[in-house]
DNA sequence: TGGATTTGCTTAATCGTTTGTGCTGATCAA
DNA sequence: TTGATCAGCACAAACGATTAAGCAAATCCA
């Protein structure tokens, strides 16, 4: 492998000081007052010797890698995915660069994470936290490390957070079902104290209670986000070869549960919307793919990328600016749209 | 935020060289001769300042970073999502940590993402080429740079690569329709030069001709990436509503070009296996999900992350370790397996 | 002409870690 | 008693880049 070349070995081609070259080469010769011909001279060595910078070194100098860490629960999960790739492409217009890593929803692999991505400087962290992390949290909190959580929250941590009324899209999506006849709803959600789940799964009681209701037996079933697969055959099971007290209607509250459901669904040739109407959390291609494309919530990943991005950006610059004051925590709370298709009936 | 604690910070604090601290956490105090007592004291005071190694530094002196970037064409597409799971999770068994981004299957673009992880000191790449690039990878061979190609190749490249036979995928495709009765079978592909992508057309091609069937007038049709879905909703208008000489069956070179296709197939009311007889590459969720589970050519991402790593680290070491000879590339051709569902008829 | 200013560059410290070398005092053998 | 050995630590350079400070020569002004 061919030795990099550095600052020095362009100071040494031109017999000068690799000070005289950064100058050049950070565009500071005017206040370093470098000679115009030498500037030349340097910048066409540059050029010549294809001198790329050791960011590793600027890094080091400056205490900022212009990296940022991105924690999700599984980035090939394309809800994940989606937003990764909007954080990407939101972090290299600013000149950021990202790695990533999945906790797999487990709070141990989340610490893991962090410490990795700490000790490897990122500037600042993205994180869908996992269940029982806020006190890994509100460590970073406590020194002040920038971070922005996406997806999920907790109540008992003060952080900035980019996500959507979950309780009201649940609503919204119970009341949808409601409204197109169905009265046997039940919902399948993941078995976490996150709070997000929480809202979807009170969204979902709430609204039952409006249009008066009853929470059905077996109504609210959740999985396991380990053995989702196993879980969600055996709650399918239960709920569906029940036949005098069946659902129907279905919320899922993500699209793992619903592809998990569905596939139950059909394997027991039950028709949608015929006989059973579906609203899912999440979107995903397999949605529309449904031969009866599915009613969704959408969360827009790409909204939640971009204002994460641009709330920590916000951090991290008056972080170097303002070295005393905090700035105010950013809770930004996105409206979930509701996508009617057809699985709900025409 | 909290000045972050050095080795310094513990040195100062009893009193000692720093040196002798670096010793004590790198588990040298042995080669160092670090007084027992000393080591303990050391070892009590990291822990007690929370202290975590500064990564960047290390770097800096060791000239490894332990990271590798990650160039695919589409973070958020399944295909590649999964592949950067499975990166990810051998990647962290090896200590090491993945930085990545998207080329959009754009050269450009591929050109400033290998120059952005190059300044950033990856120790090694692994790309899932674009079109054109194989000059930029040739620069990187010349340099003696490691790097692992996946899913794509160059004919006048020779580098390390794991792909799978796509001949051989494509051929066993077409003999499955064949098989099945299917005679009409068209394929829809990318429009590019990347010989995995030729290769597919290839080897259908050789397969109708081994069965003595004509290539049907558009029976090989090639969509853009950038405007895929217009590309494939054209395709499928001359294809399908050509009702005397339509195809009664497609090969769908990509996940994304058979999702865009089925959205076109399920406007018409076609109906799978009964009208069309389908087979894609790629697997996804998808595919399952669809009234009719789709047969897929499955590339086995898992197994192509794990090798593409594999090999990876077997560059770096032998870097390492022997800085004069070169290792031999390696070339890894993965056997694609076509999963039988029902989309060509039980 | 002589002091002040400007120009054009160099020196050196710094970021945090690693590691070869060197120093001091204790122990040991003869 | 003396020279060698060794334990236990410190010193200092290095990785590559940045930047404040300094210095000599050229230029300017009166």
Same mark, same amino acid.
Do not use: C, W
């Given at each position: 492998m061919e030795k990099k070349v550095s600052i020095k070995d362009i100071a040494k081609k031109l017999g000068v000081s690799a000070a005289l070259v950064s100058y050049v080469l950070n565009n500071k010769e005017k206040e370093?007052?470098?000679?115009?011909?030498?500037?030349?001279?340097?910048?066409?060595?540059?050029?010549?010797?294809?001198?790329?910078?050791?960011?590793?070194?600027?890094s080091l100098r400056s205490g900022r890698t212009k990296?940022?860490?991105?924690?999700?629960?599984?980035?090939?999960?394309?809800?994940?995915?989606?937003?990764?790739?909007?954080i990407e492409d939101e972090a290299s217009l600013n000149n950021y660069t990202v790695i990533f890593g999945s906790s797999d929803e487990n709070a141990e692999k989340?610490?893991?994470?962090i410490n990795t991505?700490?000790?490897?400087?990122?500037?600042?962290?993205?994180?869908?936290?996992?269940?029982?992390t806020s006190p890994q949290l509100q460590v970073l909190s406590d020194r002040g490390f920038p971070y922005v959580l996406i997806d999920r929250y907790f109540?008992?941590?003060?952080?900035?957070?980019?996500?959507?009324?979950?309780?009201?899209?649940?609503?919204?999506?119970?009341?949808?079902?409601? %409204?197109?006849?169905? #009265?046997?709803?039940?919902?399948?959600?993941? *078995?976490?104290? &996150? !709070?997000? =789940? %929480?809202?979807?799964? #009170?969204?979902?009681?709430?609204?039952?209670? *409006?249009?008066? &209701? !009853?929470? =059905? %037996?077996?109504?609210?079933?959740e999985s396991s986000y380990e053995n989702i697969s196993s879980d969600v055959a055996g709650i399918m099971q239960t709920l569906l070869d029940n036949t005098e007290n069946r659902p129907d209607s279905f919320l899922f509250a993500t699209n793992s549960l619903a592809i998990n459901g569905l596939k139950e669904i059909n394997k027991r040739k039950l028709v949608v919307p015929k006989d059973l109407g579906i609203i899912s959390?999440?979107?995903t291609e397999a949605f529309d793919f449904f031969y009866c494309p599915l009613t969704y919530i959408n969360q827009s990943t790409d909204r939640i990328g971009k204002e994460a991005v641009?709330?920590?950006?916000?951090?991290?610059?008056?972080?170097?600016?303002?070295?005393?004051?905090?700035?105010?925590?950013?809770?930004?709370v996105i409206d979930a749209q509701l996508v009617v298709q057809r699985s709900c009936g025409e």
């Open positions: 370093a007052r470098v000679g115009l011909e030498m500037a030349e001279r340097i910048r066409h060595t540059a050029r010549e010797l294809n001198y790329q910078p050791n960011l590793i070194a600027r990296t940022i860490g991105l924690i999700v629960a599984d980035i090939s999960n394309p809800f994940f995915s989606n937003i990764a790739r909007t989340s610490q893991t994470l991505l700490i000790k490897r400087q990122v500037d600042g962290l993205i994180i869908a936290p996992a269940e029982n109540n008992d941590l003060t952080a900035n957070t980019v996500r959507i009324n979950n309780y009201q899209a649940s609503f919204k999506a119970v009341t949808h079902l409601y %409204e197109r006849g169905y #009265r046997r709803i039940a919902m399948v959600a993941y *078995k976490t104290k &996150l !709070p997000h =789940m %929480e809202d979807r799964k #009170r969204g979902f009681l709430g609204a039952l209670q *409006k249009f008066g &209701l !009853p929470v =059905m %037996e077996n109504g609210l079933m959390f999440d979107e641009r709330i920590l950006m916000q951090q991290l610059e008056s972080k170097d600016k303002n070295k005393t004051e905090k700035m105010d925590t950013a809770q930004l």
